[in-house]
T-cell receptor, first 113, second 115 residues
């Protein structure tokens, strides 16, 4: 049973445009959400996070939006750059087990020059 | 500074053999995690260490899997009687304290192939 779902296996965008990666979750106990980026042959790298008490968090070109009622979050990258091409994982954790991250399957983002 | 390192980067073994995978966390990080990433999936939690003790081993799939961290730094994941289904990338991560909001830093992983 996938508690964190990334329904788009891949996404392709033009350089300079916006990339929007989506993530849905089913576990109501999740209260902390993260995005990780992964290049081939490397481990996942932390990108940005958001607590359930917020609905938006911004860091440079990256913004994460959280819609708790819909159990949905999204990552916006503006403007997209070719170096952003990677697999993006959505992850979540909850309360007392906040060290235990539950990951989605990932979305491969390709940014074309 | 140095990140999380894992050795070996690749391990090929035969069904039924025993393997050990090593993780060197970032210096000073008290929390250490093991995850397993199967093909086409996201990483799945296996075990969490706080210092020398396994605080949560609920993700270990069965008793063939065991992990230790005897001095609170380096950790070894041990798999007995390997099966083809154990083939995956095994990721190690560490964080400063293990508390909420603590960023987990991942190593490059060990790709295990069981023939």
């Amino acid at each position: 049973d996938q508690q964190v779902k990334q329904n788009s296996p891949s996404l392709s965008v033009q350089e300079g445009r916006i990339s929007i990666l989506n993530c849905d979750y089913t576990n109501s106990m999740f209260d902390y959400f993260l995005w990780y980026k992964k290049y081939p042959a490397e481990g996942p790298t932390f990108l940005i996070s958001i607590s359930s008490i917020k609905d938006k968090n911004e860091d440079g070109r990256f913004t994460v939006f959280l819609n708790k009622s819909a159990k949905h979050l999204s990552l916006h990258i503006v403007p997209s750059q070719p170096g952003d091409s990677a697999v993006y994982f959505c992850a979540a954790s909850s309360g007392g087990s906040n060290y235990k991250l539950t990951f989605g399957k990932g979305t491969l983002l390709t940014v074309n020059p | 500074g140095a990140g999380v390192s894992q050795t070996p980067s690749n391990k090929v073994t035969e069904k039924g053999k025993y393997v050990e995978l090593r993780c060197d966390p970032i210096s000073g990080h008290t929390a250490l995690y093991w995850y397993r990433q199967s093909l086409g999936q996201g990483p799945e939690f296996l075990i969490y260490f706080q210092g020398t003790g396994a605080a949560d081993d609920s993700g270990l799939p069965n008793d063939r899997f065991f992990a230790v961290r005897p001095e609170g730094s380096v950790s070894t994941l041990k798999i007995q009687r390997t099966e083809r289904g154990d083939s995956a990338v095994y990721l190690c991560a560490s964080s400063l304290t293990g508390s909420g909001g603590d960023t987990q830093y991942f190593g490059p992983g060990t790709r295990l192939t069981v023939l």
